[in-house]
């Protein structure tokens, strides 16, 4: 058995259905480089599980093995004396079909860990939450953290839009423009009622918002701080835009009150560009020729729906 303190690495898992797929798969490779099928993976980034709507929790492995027996065996140098744990196989592992472990043997390694551990085992409330799952042919073991749905409690603002993102989506683009926010500035120059800044801004992401409609500007600001949150909004076209930034999120417009035709839409990339090295497009229509001819180049991709409604998010660079 490894212990790797010295050398931290997670695992985590996630939860979506088959609408979400596309749209968790570049969350995925955004945070990590890569995506599975297995709704489980393991990596050495470390993310905060509540950022993402598809993550469930994230395991900080603190030992792995050849088989569960040599976790059990080793159960005896996690914990602390006087604290109380609970062990939590997770159910969702890479051990499916024929290989499935069953609730009856997930109850029995769960106790056997707990059992073993320095400190009481507390099944209702424990003070420290372990993990315990299979994964590539090993075994894991680790504290855990569960994620909590923090996006949910914004699905109802004070301003909407019935064509605005979900917020479901504003969460997983926030992170797919900006997984790792450490000296990252980023911009949403048409933020529309901010949806994608309610979401970015309780993830501490340094974004601001702007918008050439002044009553969407005001929506915008309302609904921050309906939500206790802080964030700049100008009202201003993004031609005026002088500043560089990092990553550019454009969520194009077409709705009733801001309809953009494609001269506007291409005003808008083209200066989209100008300000960042990187932009996220949000769009109901394909483009791909149209920012190949305006130096934008299509490094990754998804779809979204929405009821029968969909949008493709681009992630693009500057050629």
């Given amino acids: 058995m490894k212990n790797l303190n010295d050398h931290p690495s997670f695992i985590y898992t996630f939860a979506y259905n088959d609408a979400e797929r596309s749209l968790c798969h570049l969350e995925m490779r955004s945070f990590f480089g890569y995506d599975t099928d297995m709704k489980i993976l393991k990596s050495d980034?470390?993310?905060d599980p509540s950022r993402s709507p598809f993550m469930k929790g994230r395991m900080d492995i603190l030992a792995e093995g050849d088989t569960v027996e040599e976790i059990i065996a080793a159960a005896h140098l996690f914990g602390e004396e006087g604290e109380t744990n609970k062990v939590i196989f997770l159910k969702i592992n890479d051990r499916q079909g024929e290989d499935k472990i069953e609730n009856k043997e997930r109850l029995h390694i769960e106790r056997a860990i707990g059992s073993e551990m320095k400190g009481d085992f507390d099944l209702h409330n424990p003070e420290q939450f372990f993990a315990i799952a299979p994964y590539q042919q090993r075994w894991y073991f680790g504290t855990y953290t569960k994620s909590e749905p923090i996006w949910f409690n914004h699905i109802k603002k004070p301003k909407e839009y019935s064509t605005a993102l979900s917020t479901r989506v504003a969460r997983a683009v926030a992170n797919i423009a900006v997984p790792h926010?450490?000296?990252?500035r980023a911009i949403d120059p048409c933020c529309g009622?901010?949806?994608?800044?309610?979401?970015?801004?309780s993830m501490d992401i340094d974004i601001v918002?702007?918008?050439i409609n002044p009553l969407v500007c005001i929506g915008s600001r309302e609904n921050l701080a309906y939500f206790g949150l802080t964030g700049q909004v100008e009202k201003g076209a993004i031609q005026d835009i002088e500043e560089a930034y990092d990553v550019a999120i454009i969520d194009l417009p077409y709705n009733l009150y801001t309809h953009a035709s494609w001269e506007e839409q291409l005003t808008i990339l083209k200066h989209a560009k100008r300000i960042a090295r990187r932009v996220i497009i949000v769009t109901i229509e394909s483009m791909d020729d149209r920012l190949?001819?305006?130096g934008l180049h299509i490094k990754d991709r998804c779809i979204t729906t929405k009821q029968q409604f969909e949008r493709e998010i681009l992630v693009c660079e500057s050629k």
Avoid: C, M
């Avoid at 926010?181 to 990252?184: A, E, K, R």
């Avoid at 009622?193 to 801004?201: D, F, H, K, N, P």
């Fill in 45 to 47: 980034t470390k993310i």
């Fill in 181 to 184: 926010p450490s000296g990252v």
């Fill in 193 to 201: 009622i901010g949806t994608v800044l309610v979401e970015a801004r």
């Fill in 209 to 211: 918002g702007r918008d």
């Fill in 292 to 294: 190949e001819s305006i």
